[in-house]
């Protein structure tokens, strides 16, 4: 257990996907001297205790078409706590899926700034961009997008990967987690062997097989039929509540919002108002 | 209309690029055919229109064998008279040497200026007072008044003047009443420029590399007293030709020949054909390989715009229509490429002339070094390939977009066929192919041109490209476990793109691998013949010192060496023996064949031939002394299909005699027929034609290079003889040979080059039809280095396996190019040699070329955006 540690230390950067908080915190309280504590103190440690895991602030993200600006998403201040599920919701147009790509990593904000974990996203180049991504968010879109030359195991492999694990490790990670989701006797299939509900779990196993501090979904149920789509939506409530993972969902369907913990509504680019929904309560 | 220029041409017209590349790769391929056409008929047209304006309105000639017909002849042959106009007419060869520039060759036309106004149009001549010659004017302006008869006489008496084209003489500072010095054999003589013929029409013949002079003077500058080489007769108009040929041939002497003037074009012509159908063939290719830029662009086209389309589709535009555009926008590209493929034709035409002139001129006939001018037809020879082929390639992909429904307008973009099935159909439909090539393979020429070789050549291409999705497949699959073991996870991704898109990747594959083919199979035959020329030369050239006369271009039909020469040569106390080589050309059924003379006893004593056939050549060349019977070449025996025992009757100036053939030696400097009889035999058909060159045996411990030394310092500056050592000889041989071949790598590299622009287009058109793919993986955090290595990857792969599968086809094709093509069109037998190094070599470049062809794509997809495009949701 030491050895793993001292390597995060060494690394400075933020966690390694393989360790969550949790065990973080476990870890940190049984086993480390006090300079170390004091060595963490200074460094990574006060990214171990922050209030919020993503916290987005005056954000501005405007678009130059045909000459005209489009301020899709005009001063909006967001934060999320871990374990949050937090909706947003709002007609077409409204600036949400803006929001989700800035908060996401797959963005910069024109203005304003964006936190996730320790890193700062605003400042931050492509290269590092596509690091937080690969280690610390996880996707879901509402075309399920799983890639069609790989097999399922593969299509949620494949972060794991990506972020330079041995193949041994990430293919037990990947069978328990489809096994979690239910498509465990589909492994070895192809998408277009698969239905549209299996599809988009198995992009849920994707986006969650490298453990990311946040969840981003667009849409996640747009295009399933409800039975499917209810059955997404329990198992993102339910993989929320396991996991402790944090979850930012667009989505114009109100039982989706109502799902959520907490429910952000967007018009024009801003924050129209917000709300606890049912289940938080 | 609207719709094509509202959707296809605002859209070609915004992608400069793409366009662009197409455009250029349909005119270099339209270019290449256009050149190759205008190179071939150059080589002939040298000949040919020089033939047709030099007989002018000659009907019919008399030609001897042979040393020519001697004048005495001519006073026999008065009763020609009775069918029309007689005028007699000598030719040779003047090589004209400028300080500081290649030697030139003159075709000399002599003559009787007197009796030859009603033949050719002298109207053009025009005549400068020697003393306006500086005065800068324009020529057109000095124009004189018409021709005189008197002014003819002035040429008759001075027998050394000459009228000579402006084209030649203007450039090279030359004027009426300036002298010059030519080469006429291993004689220097030394001539005046009595007039110039005006820039047009006749005067534009070979380029205007020819001189006029009286018959007289003509005889004495080519040293051939008292023999003409030819009576033509102009026969009254209206006259039955057929029936005056036949009239003539009835009365004439034994040895003469009455023919058209056309008929030596002919023969001419179907000596070169085989070569001018390789030529062809090649540049074929570079025409193909320009569709398969057409069927990329198309492509990629259809898939960039599939919303656009199923737009159109729902607005109610038929699928015919949609069909229409693109195919459209085909015809329009190919348009605009056929037609600066014509232009930038003739541009390459120049450059191909100049590679390919040194072989037509040291294989076959003395030609021009231009170009012809473009015709009609070459413009319709433009279009008419360019367009309809360009219409065939982009059928496939005007038909996918024709099958694009309304609904990609909506749903953004369908996905891809993103699984393949083994191709097992194409599969068999390849081997059985390649099994009907093979069975091609085995039939006979057509005509003497190996149009069944070539058949096989086609079909054994196409069998190999049907087993191309087969072999990406199977590929895919082999390697698609260790790469996922072993290496990095984005060429683990490259292995399994690859293998989704197979059906997509096959033609462009099976384009690359079929250039790639021919050029392993064109290296694989060079490389084997060359082995082979370096052997048959190590055992043939024996002589120690090879002596021609220095006029002498290469091995083009020329004057002989002066007998002074040969005597001084062969009476040196350092020679051991000298092998006297005569020869002359004979028609022989619808060709021309060279049939020559040497000392057999010299060549048996000190050197040797490479025999066939039989067994004991060495012997039955001795038993062929003073008897009437030759050694062929190979080509002549295959070409003509005899063999030793059989019997040709070849044209003497006695009339035709029947020839025993004794033995077939190969020989591979020339793949025209070649008959050799002891030279005393030689002598008692065909008369004295003067010696061609000598071979030299030296006496023991003579160290050659010293003897070359003595000899030209001997001869001097009153003659001009070439003397070669025999190291110098081998090394110019293989110059020869490689020249020869040069245009044939030319043609390959262009052929790469487009396949390359293919490859790189094939792997845009992939990205584009995965763009969400990329997006995806962009968006789960692979990085643009981890993208860029997976396109590049990709783009090996494809290099590698089309590098493998034109490997294979390519040996298989060098077969047919040695053992069925080449026998059948030059009659050599090659030995097959694998040039390793070579191939070795090419592969690497290619896989590296293939890599360099993957960096353009892989840039635009590391640029690929990071949104979920597409994805409905809001903004």
């Known amino acids: 257990m030491r050895r793993p540690l001292f390597s995060i230390l060494r690394s400075g950067r933020s966690w390694r996907p393989d360790y969550n908080l949790e065990d973080a915190r476990h870890f940190l309280h049984g086993h480390l001297a006090p300079w170390h504590f004091q060595h963490l103190c200074c460094g990574t440690l006060s990214a171990l205790t922050p209030p919020f895991i993503l916290e987005a602030t005056d954000v501005s993200r405007t678009y130059t078409t045909g000459g005209a600006e489009v301020h899709a998403v005009a001063g909006v201040s967001l934060a999320l706590r871990r374990g949050d599920f937090v909706a947003l919701v709002g007609p077409s147009g409204c600036g949400k899926s803006t929001l989700l790509h800035v908060c996401g990593a797959m963005d910069r904000p024109s203005s304003g700034a964006v936190r996730l974990e320790s890193a700062v996203l605003e400042s931050a180049d492509d290269t590092e961009l596509t690091r937080i991504r690969r280690e610390r968010v996880g996707f879901v879109f509402q075309f399920f997008n799983l890639l069609p030359t790989l097999t399922l195991l593969e299509n949620v492999e494949l972060p794991l990967l990506l972020a330079s694990r041995r193949l041994a490790d990430a293919e037990p990670a990947a069978r328990a987690l489809l096994d979690r989701v239910g498509l465990g006797p589909r492994l070895h299939h192809y998408p277009q062997q698969l239905s549209g509900g299996e599809l988009q779990r198995g992009a849920l196993a994707r986006a969650l097989v490298h453990s990311p501090a946040l969840l981003v979904a667009d849409e996640p149920t747009g295009n399933l039929d409800t039975e499917n789509g209810q059955r997404v939506l329990a198992l993102l409530a339910d993989l929320n509540q396991e996991t402790g993972v944090t979850m930012l969902l667009a989505t114009h369907a109100p039982d989706v919002a109502a799902a959520a913990h907490r429910v952000v509504r967007m018009r024009d680019g801003r924050i129209e108002s917000e709300s606890a929904a049912r289940a938080a309560v | ?875």
């Open chain 2, 1 to 875: 209309m609207r719709l094509f220029s509202w959707f296809i041409l605002r859209r070609v017209l915004h992608e400069p690029l793409r366009s662009g590349v197409t455009t250029l790769g349909i005119a270099l391929g339209v270019a290449v055919v256009v050149a190759i056409q205008l190179t071939n008929a150059s080589s002939l047209a040298g000949f040919q229109t020089a033939l047709n304006t030099v007989s002018g309105r000659t009907s019919l000639e008399i030609v001897g064998t042979g040393a020519g017909i001697d004048e005495l002849r001519l006073t026999a042959l008065g009763w020609l008279r009775e069918y029309g106009e007689v005028a007699p007419v000598i030719e040779g060869n003047l090589v004209y040497r400028q300080p500081g520039h290649p030697a030139e060759v003159l075709r000399l036309l002599g003559v009787d200026i007197l009796r030859d106004q009603p033949f050719r149009e002298y109207d053009l001549l025009e005549w400068r007072d020697p003393s306006a010659a500086d005065g800068g004017s324009p020529p057109a302006a000095q124009a004189a008044a018409d021709v005189k008869t008197q002014d003819f006489l002035e040429l008759l008496l001075d027998p050394s003047s000459v009228i000579m084209a402006a084209r030649f003489a203007e450039p090279r500072g030359l004027g009426p009443g300036s002298a010059f010095v030519v080469n006429v054999g291993d004689r220097v003589v030394s001539l005046k420029v009595r007039a110039l013929l005006r820039d047009e029409g006749p005067a534009r013949v070979l380029d205007g590399r020819f001189v006029l002079m009286d018959i007289a003077g003509a005889q004495q500058a080519l040293n051939r007293f008292g023999r003409v080489d030819r009576v033509e007769i102009r026969v009254a108009e209206g006259t039955d030709l057929d029936a005056v040929e036949a009239a003539i041939a009835r009365r004439i002497d034994e040895g003469l020949i009455v023919q058209r003037p056309a008929q030596r074009g002919r023969q001419v012509e179907n000596m070169l054909a085989a070569f001018h159908l390789n030529l062809t063939a090649l540049s074929y290719i570079a025409l193909l390989v320009g569709l398969f830029l057409v069927y990329n662009t198309v492509s990629v086209a259809v898939l960039s715009r599939r919303s656009e389309i199923g737009t159109l589709r729902a607005l109610g535009v038929s699928r015919g229509q949609v069909r229409g555009l693109f195919l459209a926008e085909a015809a329009a590209l190919a348009a605009v490429g056929s037609g600066a493929g014509i232009l930038a034709g003739r541009l390459l035409a120049d450059a191909t002339v100049a590679l390919t002139s040194t072989t037509v001129s040291a294989l076959y006939i003395a030609t021009a070094a231009a170009p012809p001018a473009l015709t009609g037809m070459h413009v319709i020879l433009a279009f008419a390939t360019g367009v309809p082929l360009a219409l065939m390639a982009a059928l496939v992909p005007a038909l996918e977009a024709s099958r694009v429904e309304p609904m990609a307008a909506i749903r953004g973009g369908d996905q891809v066929e993103a699984r393949a099935r083994f191709p097992g159909r194409s599969l068999g439909a390849g081997i059985m192919l390649l099994a009907g090539g093979g069975w091609l393979a085995t039939l006979g020429p057509v005509r003497g041109l190996p149009l069944f070789g070539y058949a096989s050549a086609i079909v054994l291409l196409f069998g190999a490209s049907c087993t191309v999705p087969a072999m990406l497949f199977a590929t895919a699959r082999a390697v698609q476990r260790p790469v996922r073991r072993f290496l990095k996870v984005e060429d683990w991704l490259a292995v399994t793109n690859l293998s989704a898109s197979v059906p997509r990747l096959s033609i462009s594959v099976a384009a690359l691998a079929v250039s790639l083919s021919m050029m392993v199979a064109v290296s694989v035959m060079i490389g084997s013949f060359r082995e082979t020329v370096v052997y048959w030369i190590g055992q043939t050239l024996h002589a120690d010192l090879f002596v021609s006369p220095g006029s002498r271009q290469q091995t083009g039909p020329d004057e002989p060496l002066s007998p002074e020469v040969v005597r001084a040569i062969a009476s040196s106390p350092a020679v051991a023996a000298v092998d006297r080589f005569a020869s002359t050309e004979v028609p022989y059924g619808d060709t021309r064949v060279r049939v020559g003379g040497g000392d057999f006893n010299v060549l048996l004593q000190h050197g040797t031939l490479l025999f066939k056939a039989p067994a004991d050549g060495r012997e039955a060349m001795r038993r062929a002394i003073g008897r009437q019977a030759v050694v062929v070449s190979e080509s002549f025996a295959i070409r003509q299909n005899v063999a030793v025992g059989g019997e040709v009757r070849l044209p003497t100036a006695g009339g035709p005699v029947p020839f025993t053939i004794a033995a077939v030696y190969y020989d591979y400097s020339s793949d025209r027929g070649v008959l050799v009889m002891d030279r005393a035999m030689f002598e008692r058909h065909y008369g004295d034609v003067g010696i061609g060159g000598l071979s030299v045996y030296l006496r023991e411990g003579v160290d050659p290079e010293r003897v070359r030394e003595q000899f030209l310092s001997a001869l001097g500056d009153t003659h001009r003889v070439l003397i070669n050592t025999n190291a110098s000889l081998r090394g110019e041989a293989l110059r020869i040979f490689d020249s020869t071949f040069a245009i044939t790598y030319a043609l390959e590299i262009i052929a790469i080059i487009v396949a390359i622009a293919g490859v790189s287009g094939t792997l845009l058109t992939l990205i584009l039809e995965r763009e969400r793919e990329f997006t995806v993986l962009r968006l789960i955090g692979t990085g643009r280095r981890q993208i860029r290595r997976m396109v590049v990857v990709e783009a090996v792969l494809i290099g590698s396996i089309s590098q493998s599968v034109g490997l294979v086809a390519g040996l298989l094709l060098s077969l047919v190019l040695i053992y069925v093509i080449n026998v059948q069109s030059f009659g050599w037998t090659i030995q097959f040699h694998l040039p390793t190094a070579f191939l070795v070599q090419s592969s690497i470049l290619m896989v590296l070329a293939t890599a360099l062809a993957g960096l353009y794509p892989a840039r635009r997809a590391q640029n690929l955006g990071t949104y979920a495009r597409g994805d409905g949701g809001g903004t």
